[in-house]
């Protein structure tokens, strides 16, 4: 963005504006540039001016800030328009920011003070009341004015996203306020507001962050996951509504206007023995509900994260169908192939001879406590013609997509399950496929009746010969009636072949 020198003439919508300078210890809050100007009549200014993009609209930019200024304790647009490459908004000067307060009063600040703020940026929240959402509420953006804590920048966050995001799941705001929503790309809402306000009230009570970061990554584990430590000064009131403010749902914080009316009474410590008990068991609710929530963002976390590696587990399957069709294809045209709905529930079913072949879709694996994480499951199986005289009927493995070696490395693993001998029960089909859910006994310590048939082997989806040509010479035996039942079991050393 080009710098602007001292005289330099903004020609806006209303009025000519000449710049003075850079405003004194500003801060553009990583998004714009300030500076002091002041018009004809020498009314004094602060201009912000923001980069065009050819992503964003002006109206992005401008209609928040315009529209903003209606509602109690809101800095004040004076004029708005375009010089050069840059969008202008030429807002009242503020004695100081917040944030340049905050820098001069270290805090924790004094309970009548901390209030005093907090009643202020309360009464713009509950104005506005969701009509419009600030989306990146801190203290650079609170401005003393008229002896008045105000809300400004409205519209920069919205602007910025639409600047800076090259696709949908980016998005603009301060990680130290950022909501747990913002994080997760979701609609920010008045309750994203809430969660800021909470941010703030918990540095001017404590003088500390709730969530210290330093890095991008620690403070989205810590906004989605972690409990802020418990505040120990200010009123228990006060302690309660900011901790309620800090909730990870956004339904369980308290909306604008409550928080209004709590703040009333906030400076209050009850003195009735009774309302000091029914208060602590309030705190104590707080605190539940808050462990609650944050137990249950990182299930929802982690649901969402299973469904994306589901996604792409059942990219990374096709092929092995793929190949597994064509294969056949080529070397038993007569084969009869069923696919689609008719398949039921299967990739493909070859059929030939009374014997059979199948390959399941994938589907998304139930949570389970084995040593390594299964996203998805499939089962591919091998049905004779008809069951031998021992009952045999056939042999099944499973294919789980999991990080079976290497945590976090996920790929395509084929196993299998065997009876144990000293059950005296051959089953139909050995070895025989199994749910993850349903087989994790045998990944932990302890005697089961079941136990690996076959390894924990990753299929080489670079080179699926030797996967292939083992089902299909083992299908091509099971139409000439001369497949049998393992008589050894199991077939293949099947120790250390997991992460443990």
Request: charged share 25%.
């Amino acid at each position: 963005m080009t710098k602007l020198s001292k005289g330099t003439v903004l020609e806006l919508d209303q009025h000519k504006w000449t710049v003075v300078g850079p405003l004194p210890g500003s801060d553009p809050g990583g998004f714009g540039t300030v500076y002091l100007v002041v018009d004809a009549g020498g009314r004094e200014g602060v201009a912000k001016l923001v980069e065009k993009s050819p992503n964003a609209r002006r109206e992005q930019l401008m209609s928040a800030s315009i529209k903003a200024e209606a509602y109690r304790n809101v800095v004040p647009v004076f004029d708005q328009g375009e010089h050069n490459n840059s969008w202008v908004i030429v807002m009242q000067r503020g004695s100081t920011s917040l944030q340049g307060y905050l820098g001069r009063h270290k805090p924790p600040l004094s309970l009548s003070d901390s209030l005093s703020i907090l009643r202020d940026v309360a009464d713009a929240l509950s104005d506005i009341n969701g009509d419009i959402v600030h989306r990146d509420l801190k203290p650079a953006n609170i401005l003393r004015v008229d002896n008045a804590w105000c809300l400004t920048d409205f519209g920069i966050s919205r602007y910025a996203d639409a600047a800076t995001a090259t696709d949908t799941n980016k998005g603009y705001f301060t990680y130290p306020y950022g909501a747990p929503e913002q994080w997760q790309l979701q609609h920010a809402t008045a309750a994203t507001d809430v969660y800021a306000f909470g941010v703030v009230g918990y540095v001017l009570v404590s003088g500390m962050l709730p969530f210290p970061g330093p890095l991008a990554a620690d403070f989205r584990q810590q906004h989605l996951h972690e409990t802020p430590p418990p505040l120990t000064s200010g009123t228990r009131r006060l302690r309660d509504l900011i901790m309620e403010c800090l909730m990870k749902a956004p339904e369980a914080r308290p909306t604008p206007a409550a928080i209004v009316e709590r703040l009333k009474k906030i400076a209050e410590e009850p003195t009735v023995p009774g309302f000091a008990k029914l208060a602590e068991v309030n705190a104590e609710d707080i605190r539940a509900r808050a462990e609650a929530l944050r137990e249950e963002s990182i299930e929802q976390e982690s649901l969402a994260r299973h469904e994306r590696l589901h996604h792409s587990a059942a990219e990374l399957f096709a092929p092995i169908g793929n190949e597994l069709l064509e294969s056949i294809n080529d070397n038993a045209p007569s084969v009869e192939i069923v696919t689609g709905p008719a398949a039921q529930g299967k990739l493909l079913l070859a059929q030939f001879r009374g014997a059979q072949l199948g390959l399941d879709l994938p589907k998304l694996s139930r949570p389970s406590d084995l040593p390594f994480t299964v996203i998805s499951e499939s089962v591919i199986t091998l049905s004779l013609p008809s069951a031998e005289r021992s009952g045999w009927r056939g042999r099944s493995h499973s294919l789980w997509y999991c990080d079976a070696h290497e945590e976090g490395r996920f790929a395509w693993y084929e196993l299998a399950f065997m009876e144990m001998a000293l059950r005296g029960y051959r089953p139909p089909n050995e070895p025989y496929a199994q749910s993850a859910n349903a087989a994790q006994g045998v990944f932990s310590p302890g005697i089961i009746g079941m136990q690996l048939g076959w390894p924990v082997e990753e299929i080489d989806r670079s080179d699926l010969s030797e996967f292939l040509g083992r089902w299909l010479d083992w299908f091509a035996d099971a139409t000439a009636g001369r497949l049998q039942r393992p008589n050894m079991m199991p077939e293949k050393p099947t120790g250390g072949t997991w992460r443990r």
